[in-house]
């Protein structure tokens, strides 16, 4: 979880401030204090959201063929994991470290200056970190987490912290409807500018992810995840948007040409396939030629994963475009929400819409869950861009069912696949699990003809914990979870298990 260098340091730390308080006391600075307050921690934490958001989903979406890497073979691609690596550990090291702490710091503000606004949004962040965390990786830290002078960590079950993640929404709850304290929330609030209402709808949102993610437990309760889902996000007004200014490499859009970090990445043939109308047999989807690009001849395909960007095909007219929609180059700017400037969508009002959607068509209330697909194929396409014709035309189109008895659950979760396109990958890879990768579900989805070495021809179902926390510095305790095993990414985490 965290290095032993890091820790000692910590210890050498608290020693000195012990053991030297009248030394340090002189030498303070009052015009300069040392103990930060919540709206200068709340900026940074922000940004680490959508780092490990951004990070991981860069092989979350080779999971869910999102996209492809260029060249043939990758292991994400053939559902493995690059061995010896961080890679798509942001998550992981977000949760314990960058994030980490600075959670009790905001906590800890909140509560000596009477801000409970600012308790509720950290508890919220906490809350939903724990829930993304766990979704990649099944067991984590639970107890022992920053606990002070430890150098492993046991682990505890996935069941147990989301439990944790329902206590601290209920928490964060209790401490926005707190009414008689100093309002300050909007001062660091990049997201909802103090506005404590859709703070609530974004705990709301967490929570009904977290219940939509039991649909497989016998526990499972509909009605519960309908009541979330219509507490969370009421338009696309309510999102969760990390803003970014897009000045440098420091201030944009991970997914933007200034960061290049999308460089080798290439739009994959299932999607292509979806919004072409040939997965399954439709009509072309408006938000094709916003999303993505044509080859040079004009045709939009794809990459099957593991295949590799075909470069050198009839003079390049079959090359893909990369995601910023250019070839062979890094532009200035980029296509939808690969440019600079592009804010970052943590959650959304069409994710909730498709969470209760799925919910009432479990039930069998198919008006609920009709109206609710609706809705939430109304918001991907106003999210995207789509013209006010093109969105009337398309939502008159077989593509989407015309009255609820014609809806079917496939419907549902392949518009919802595509309505979380890139920004929300662990979603969308959360619930094609449930689902076991079902073909029924999602219509034309195939694994490559061979997988990783290590699968023994299973695809992927969890991330190994971060490699250079875990791995070097607390393995005996992977051990005990099987994690030490090459083949722990295919063990079905606890939530997608009957």
Not at 72 to 80: E, H, I, S
Not at 211 to 233: G, P, Q, R, T, W
Not at 239 to 265: E, K
Not at 400 to 409: C, E, H, K
């Amino acid at each position: 979880m965290r290095s032993k260098i890091f820790i000692s340091i910590m210890t050498v730390m608290l020693l000195i401030t012990s053991g030297c308080t009248d030394y340090l006391d002189i030498n303070e600075d009052p015009s300069n204090p040392q103990v930060a307050e919540g709206y200068v921690i709340l900026p940074p934490v922000f940004g680490q959201m959508v780092r490990a958001s951004a990070w991981d989903s860069r092989y979350i979406g080779q999971y869910v063929q999102y996209w492809t890497w260029s060249a043939a073979g990758n292991v994400w691609d053939l559902q493995g994991y690059a061995a010896g690596s961080d890679a798509c550990g942001e998550y992981w090291r977000s949760h314990y470290w960058s994030i980490g702490t600075n959670i009790n710091l905001i906590i800890e503000d909140g509560i000596k200056n009477n801000r409970p606004d600012y308790i509720g949004a950290a508890k919220a962040i906490r809350a939903w970190s724990w829930q993304g965390t766990t979704d990649m990786h099944g067991e984590m830290i639970l107890k022992q987490a920053w606990e002070p002078n430890r150098y492993v960590f046991d682990y505890d079950s996935q069941e147990e912290v989301y439990k944790e993640v329902v206590k601290l929404c209920n928490e964060a709850l209790a401490e926005f409807d707190k009414t008689d304290y100093n309002k300050s929330l909007s001062r660091g609030d990049l997201i909802y500018k103090g506005d404590i209402d859709k703070w609530k709808r974004f705990v709301y949102g967490i929570l009904a992810r977290n219940a939509i993610n039991l649909s497989n437990k016998s526990s499972f309760n509909a009605d519960k995840v309908i009541e979330f889902a219509d507490k969370a996000m009421s338009s696309n007004a309510d999102n969760f948007n990390v803003p970014h200014n897009g000045t440098g490499s420091t201030d944009a859009n991970f997914y933007g040409p200034l960061r290049n970090n999308m460089g080798s990445w290439r739009q994959s043939s299932y999607i292509i396939g979806l919004l072409n109308g040939t997965l399954p047999d439709t009509i072309v989807d408006p938000r094709r030629n916003i999303m993505f690009a044509a080859c040079p001849d004009g045709v939009f395909r794809g990459v099957a994963p593991g295949s590799g960007d075909p470069n050198n095909v009839a003079n390049n007219v079959r090359r893909i475009p990369n995601l910023w929609g250019a070839l062979g180059v890094v532009p200035t700017t980029g296509k939808w929400i690969f440019d600079n400037k592009t804010p970052h969508t943590l959650m959304s009002y069409h994710e909730m819409q498709f969470i209760k959607a799925e919910a009432a068509f479990k039930k069998n209330d198919l008006t609920t869950a009709y109206n609710a697909f609706r809705n939430g194929v109304t918001a991907s396409l106003d999210f995207i861009g789509v013209t006010a014709a093109d969105k009337t035309k398309y939502l008159a189109s077989k593509a989407v069912p015309q009255n609820a008895q014609a809806l079917t659950l496939s419907h549902i979760m392949m518009q919802k696949y595509i309505a979380l396109y890139a920004m929300n990958s662990l979603e969308t890879w959360n619930d094609m699990r449930r689902y076991n990768y079902s073909t029924d579900v999602y219509q034309g989805f195939s694994f490559p003809s061979t997988l990783f070495a290590d699968n023994n021809r299973l695809p992927a179902q969890r991330v190994r914990p971060r490699f250079n926390s875990e791995y070097v510095w607390n393995r005996d305790a992977l051990a005990k979870i099987g994690a030490d095993l090459p083949t722990y990414h295919t063990k079905p985490v606890w939530f997608t298990e009957k």
